[in-house]
């Protein structure tokens, strides 16, 4: 059986609909643990909706944060398998289905599903959307999308709509593929399995792995704070550990997008606030493990640089210093490497020769 593991907080109108998607799931052998990180909206009469439709396990607990929140629904879940999706996040009718086939072919991997994106709820001056997101909108919704944009407030879709007639529904306010998804990165399908920061794909919006592999790596570190990097950190102890990382496209979920504050100029798929919660938290991984790999992303995040690039990178400091160095010799060696490459790039561009 698989354990769908889903903190919540404060989101209920979004996990009204995400667990509406969960009702006509081709698949029956699952159970649903819902942990209330502390909300203060209708979570709990939203779950109340669907007692007898869903094998729905309720838990609740002061807001500790989400690390905290998945750990307590790992320890109250039966299954063999977890299956992190979050509250936000609609799933296709053969989730399930798709994720156990995957698990059951190989068990001994993390395996992420494909996310999309779509707007089911509007509020205006309060979403991070881009002009393209909009041109798809007025096309899918015609007149309709002209009037919603003129309100502050408007829900696109119901709960009934979602267990009635999921593909039209979703058709209609569906936005894309999300960014992060390893093809946004630049990282093909078919490289993943060689990408040495694959760990860094791994995140719980959309993914399952054996429930004995994370206990054993010792579940999710709740000394993260705020948004990001505790589920890529949880990834990259279980590929230290031995398990392998490959995408299950076909098991495909939908973010909801919904308010995150004020977008980061540098990037427009961030808040300003999560920008800053991502900041510390990298710094911490890095702190944690002080390894060539923790080097690399948190130098790379903070340097912009491209994902392929900074796997190449790290290509080159396993080559020069194994796991072994001190943040002074990493230093010296990511200096050199990016001097070079500037070199190599300035005498491509200028049709400069290096002389022999």
């Not at 029956?28 to 909206?41: F, H, N, P, Q």
């Not at 990382?245 to 977008?263: D, M, S, T, V």
């Not at 994902?307 to 002074?328: C, D, K, M, P, R």
């Amino acid at each position: 059986m698989i354990s769908v593991i889903m903190p919540t907080f404060n989101k209920a109108a979004y996990l009204n609909l995400t667990l509406a998607s969960f009702v006509r799931q081709t698949s029956k052998d699952y159970e649903i643990v819902l942990i209330d990180d502390g909300s203060g909206d209708g979570t709990q009469a939203i779950a109340d909706n669907y007692k007898n439709k869903l094998n729905l396990i309720r838990l609740k607990q002061a807001n500790l944060g989400r690390s905290a929140a998945r750990n307590k629904g790992i320890s109250a879940s039966s299954g063999e398998y977890l299956l992190f999706n979050d509250d936000d996040r609609i799933v296709r009718g053969d989730f399930i289905e798709r994720h156990q086939s995957a698990l059951s072919r190989e068990a001994n991997t993390v395996h992420i599903g494909g996310k999309g994106r779509v707007l089911t709820i509007w509020r205006r001056n309060q979403l991070i959307m881009q002009g393209q997101d909009r041109r798809k909108l007025a096309e899918q919704l015609g007149d309709r999308w002209h009037r919603v944009r003129r309100k502050t407030y408007a829900e696109l879709a119901s709960a009934e709509e979602v267990e009635t007639n999921f593909e039209h529904t979703i058709e209609r306010l569906f936005l894309g593929k999300e960014f992060e998804s390893n093809h946004a990165l630049g990282v093909p399908i078919d490289r993943i399995e060689d990408f040495r920061l694959k760990w860094m794909l791994g995140t719980t919006a959309n993914l399952s792995v054996r429930k004995d592999a994370v206990v054993e790596a010792g579940m999710f570190d709740t000394e993260f704070r705020g948004w990001g990097m505790e589920d890529s950190e949880l990834c990259y102890r279980l590929v230290r550990n031995g398990l392998a990382l490959k995408e299950c496209p076909e098991a495909f979920n939908y973010h909801q997008i919904h308010p995150i504050g004020r977008k980061f100029w540098i990037n427009p798929t961030l808040s300003i606030s999560r920008m800053n919660e991502l900041k510390r938290n990298i710094d911490y991984f890095h702190a944690k493990f002080g390894t060539p790999a923790s080097y690399i992303f948190r130098r790379a995040f903070y340097d912009n640089i491209p994902t392929l690039l900074a796997n190449e990178i790290l290509i080159q400091f396993e080559g020069a210093l194994g796991e072994s160095g001190t943040v002074e010799d990493w230093d010296s060696l990511y200096r050199t490497i990016m001097r070079s490459r500037r070199n190599r790039s300035l005498g491509a561009r200028f049709g400069i020769r290096s002389r022999g």
